[in-house]
């Protein structure tokens, strides 16, 4: 069972430059555009991820055309830049929050960014958009300790709720990797679901804490996007990877 799922960061509005991006996770508000456009007049359609967990374990098989979007990190251009263009399309999406840094910048980055505060992550919630957890503040939980990473997983759920006045169901990993031990402390902390991006099983009933994503990078066409949104991308991936070409963006 497979849903494309397609990741992305930063939007910017012009074209990113090494300045503005040295960690090469932005794309400009046209190229995310042009990514939807093609989408869109190929006649796919978009789905929320908050049910998805559910139609995993009730292999529930999406339908044809399906994908779903995700924003990592909860900057503010996904408010301000991402949500106009969603609109546009009639495309939903879900943005994967680092509550500890709401409305501030993101500590964990060289290049600081405004991040969403508490009433913009309301206005997303209103406006269809799902909110997921994504630690408390971008740790790297396969790295720290047990203790630090049981805290950071339960207090983004916590924070979160205190929000948006409801429960937050998802969680994705910080820089997308997991440990069988970080998945169970996401499963204790009362997550249905979490998101690891391109090293994880194809197959997304395998593990419901390992859900397979594929990654948006700078420069990538609409082709590109495409590709990323077909249920063999995975199998095309990997076999990249296994010949040493990469196979990631």
């Excluded at 997921?132 to 203790?147: K, N, R």
């Excluded at 994503?213 to 063999?232: E, S």
Aim: no cysteine; aromatic share 10%; charged share 25%.
């Amino acid at each position: 069972m497979y849903l494309p799922i397609l990741t992305y960061h930063r939007l910017l509005a012009a074209d990113p430059d090494h300045a503005a991006d040295p960690k090469r996770i932005a794309v400009s508000q046209a190229q995310f555009r042009s990514h939807l456009g093609w989408l869109a007049r190929l006649g796919y359609h978009s789905v929320s991820l908050a049910d998805y967990p559910q139609q995993i374990r009730t292999r529930q098989r999406p339908a044809p055309k399906t994908f779903a979007l995700t924003f990592d990190d909860g900057y503010e251009e996904v408010l301000t830049l991402a949500l106009p263009v969603l609109k546009e399309f009639g495309y939903t999406a879900t943005v994967f929050a680092v509550p500890g840094q709401m409305g501030g910048s993101n500590a964990w980055d060289d290049a600081k960014a405004r991040l969403l505060s508490a009433d913009q992550y309301r206005r997303l919630d209103k406006a269809g958009v799902t909110i997921g957890g994504h630690t408390s503040s971008h740790v790297h939980l396969p790295q720290v300790e047990a203790s630090t990473a049981r805290r950071e997983i339960a207090d983004s759920k916590k924070r979160l709720e205190e929000v948006l006045g409801h429960p937050v169901s998802i969680f994705a990993y910080p820089y997308g990797e997991s440990t069988p031990d970080v998945e169970a402390l996401v499963r204790e902390a009362g997550f249905e679901a979490a998101f690891a991006t391109d090293r994880a099983p194809r197959d997304h009933s395998e593990n419901l804490f390992r859900i397979r994503r594929a990654v948006v990078f700078p420069g990538n066409t609409a082709w590109n996007i495409l590709w990323k949104a077909q249920g063999w991308y995975p199998a095309y991936q990997d076999f990249k990877r296994r010949r040493g070409e990469g196979g990631t963006r």
